[in-house]
């Protein structure tokens, strides 16, 4: 027999869910307001060129995908009937290509350490599922309320509070091609005297259907001193060789790769082209699109046509497309956009450029 619920029951029940919500709400508007602040500097940023060699300002934001054994997992945890995303959100816009594009990104916790936080995306086109996540994990435990770190991931005049020491991207396209991108050893290096710090890794690692494309070693390094950067490329038979020694500064130029940079003019866009020395190649390009698809400029990111009364709704309105390429895809492409106005804490960085 069905279990009545009595009329005083059904009115806590009823408040309780409101007041959840209600305060969902709230940490949601909380999110926006930080996130359309953290666009608006960014877009200064990129505006004055800075964009294309001083990634260290954007450099921490990582998208992951998951392989395509992982993808029943994933589904089951963030759109079963248990869901275990804090913070979700979704909207259909259309590419760049004009293709129709659902997208659905989530803030996961549950089942992660204290430390860590994951960012799934979901893009479906016409039912085909390109998916990616950013797992972060960060120098201490992350507050109940992710909202709370606002103001404690900078480090302009300060050290940051929290920081990540580890992040995890991958991204895929519905036949299970992948592009990864690792961040290791994540430590705080004082660049300036008034005690402003950034994030730098220890190790990067760029990998394409997981096989290592750059690897980057950061060694002698302190919090007054960044240290020595060495870079690994492919040589001629695909194997990882150091190609620059940050100690000696040399270079091995048998695998010195072939690299082209395209940026769009007039429309908000670039792309990066690397050839490597056993022929092989990857390309990443990057698009500022609105909903319907059409391509932002790059006097539109400086501000023209901006208005103290409409600024919010057309920062907000940006959405970035990602395209990957490389020769083990045969052809295919990895193509995922995310909406960073509705994930503030993922507006701080970026997803990473080829051979940083």
């Known amino acids: 027999m069905k279990k009545q619920t009595s009329k005083k029951g059904l ?33 200064l940023i990129v505006v004055k060129g800075v964009f294309a060699r ?17 993808r029943a997992s994933t589904q089951r945890s963030i759109t079963g009937e248990t869901r275990t995303a804090e913070y979700e959100t979704g909207k259909t816009i259309t590419d760049i290509n004009g293709y129709t594009v659902q997208i659905e990104q989530y803030i996961e916790r549950t089942g992660l350490e204290p430390n860590q936080y994951k960012l799934t ?6 039912d085909l599922l390109t998916e990616g996540y950013s797992l972060k994990t960060f120098n201490k435990d992350l507050p109940e309320h992710l909202g709370d770190l606002y103001g404690k991931m ?10 990540p020491t580890d992040v995890e991207t991958r991204t895929s396209n519905p036949d299970g091609d992948s592009w990864q991108f690792n961040l290791a050893g994540g430590f705080l290096w004082e660049y300036a005297a008034n005690g402003s710090c950034k994030v730098l890794y220890e190790t990067q690692l760029t990998s394409v259907n997981d096989i290592p494309k750059i690897k980057r070693e950061r060694t002698e390094f302190d919090f007054h001193y960044p240290g020595f950067i060495s870079c690994y490329l492919p040589d001629v038979s695909g194997e990882l060789v150091k190609f ?32 490597f020395a056993d022929d092989t190649s990857i390309s990443h390009t990057r698009h500022w ?8 400029t790059w006097k539109k990111l400086a501000g023209e046509g901006l208005t103290p009364e409409n600024w919010q709704e057309e920062i907000s309105s940006w959405n970035k497309e990602h395209v ?33």
């Open 11 to 43: 009115l806590k029940k009823i408040l309780k869910t409101f007041n959840r919500k209600r305060k969902e709400e709230k940490i949601m508007k909380e999110i926006s307001k930080i996130s359309l602040v953290c666009l608006a500097v960014l877009s």
């Open 54 to 70: 001083n990634y260290d300002l954007v450099n921490e934001y990582r998208r992951e995908i998951r392989l395509s054994n992982e």
């Open 121 to 126: 995306v979901l893009n479906y086109r016409d």
């Open 154 to 163: 900078h480090g302009i005049g300060q050290a940051p509070e929290y920081y």
């Open 244 to 275: 620059y020694d940050g100690a000696t500064r040399t270079f091995n130029m048998d695998v010195a790769p072939d690299i082209s940079i395209q940026i769009g003019n007039p429309e908000a866009n670039w792309s990066k082209t690397m050839v």
């Open 289 to 296: 699109i609105n909903d319907d698809g059409e391509p932002l």
């Open 324 to 356: 990957f390429k490389a020769t083990e895809f045969e052809g295919r492409t990895i193509d995922i956009v995310w909406s960073p106005h509705s994930l503030a804490l993922e507006v701080l960085n970026d997803v990473p450029e080829i051979n940083r």
